[in-house]
């Protein structure tokens, strides 16, 4: 079975100032990870995924990730935020073979302050 | 491109009652998937169906159900409701072992 843990609940950053959500996962088999992002009353909205290849990857918004495979992390990060960031953050898994659903984290609650 | 698109946005039942909640999916795409928000549960997997028939199911009981009908969109259909099932149900879509797409949701709930 897949689990992923998302570090901090919340985080509470300045506006214009940098900012990394920790997601660290567990699964005995190779799988893809992704971010998304909740908006107040809406759904989620994929912001980045890492398949295979660079473990770098860029996503929308100016959100990046880097894959660490020793570390089973993949942790999200902006350098600069802006008040529209203000959302809520999920990490989440698949198996690459197999059952397609999602394994999510409880979600970081990203807050920006004037 | 339309998005994938739920219906209804909001519901509002009493328990016992059954309610069916809709989706369509992006158009192409054959893989639907369910999902449950529930405060302090978080996101969890509810059903996948892809090309009409049901795939994989999460860990609910019986009274979930759901279907995709030959042009792909869905139902789920939660039966004998609890108070519970109060929860945003999200629909998503994707063509076979790609990323997901979500709707906006359902939000339901139970008095």
């Known amino acids: 079975a897949q689990s992923v843990t998302q570090l901090d609940s919340q985080v509470p950053v300045f506006e214009e100032a940098p900012v990394e959500l920790r997601c660290n996962y567990s699964?005995?088999?190779?799988?893809?990870l992704f971010w998304y992002v909740q908006y107040p009353n809406q759904g989620l909205q994929l912001l980045l995924k890492y398949l295979s290849g660079s473990t770098l990857v860029k996503g929308i918004n100016g959100f990046e990730a880097e894959f660490n495979k020793s570390q089973t992390s993949f942790h999200l990060r902006k350098p600069s935020v802006h008040i529209s960031d203000t959302a809520e953050y999920f990490c989440?898994?698949?198996?690459?073979?197999?059952?397609?659903?999602?394994?999510f984290g409880q979600g970081t609650r990203l807050t920006i302050n004037p | 491109e339309a998005g994938v698109t739920q219906s209804p946005t909001h519901l509002i039942k009493t328990r016992g009652q059954q309610v069916t909640l809709r989706c369509s999916p992006i158009s192409g795409h054959t893989s639907v998937y369910w999902y449950q928000q529930a405060l302090g549960l978080g996101l969890q997997f509810l059903l996948w169906y892809d090309e009409g028939e049901e795939r994989n199911r999460g860990n609910f009981p019986p009274r979930f159900s759901g279907r995709q009908f030959p042009n792909y969109s869905s139902e789920l259909n939660v039966n004998a409701l609890e108070l519970e099932d109060s929860a945003l149900y999200l629909c998503?879509?994707?063509?076979?072992?790609?990323?997901?797409?979500f709707g906006d949701g359902t939000r339901l709930s139970i008095l």
């Open positions: 699964s005995s088999v190779s799988v893809y």
């Open positions: 998503a879509s994707s063509l076979f072992n790609q990323p997901q797409h």
């Open positions: 989440a898994v698949r198996v690459i073979q197999g059952a397609q659903k999602l394994v």
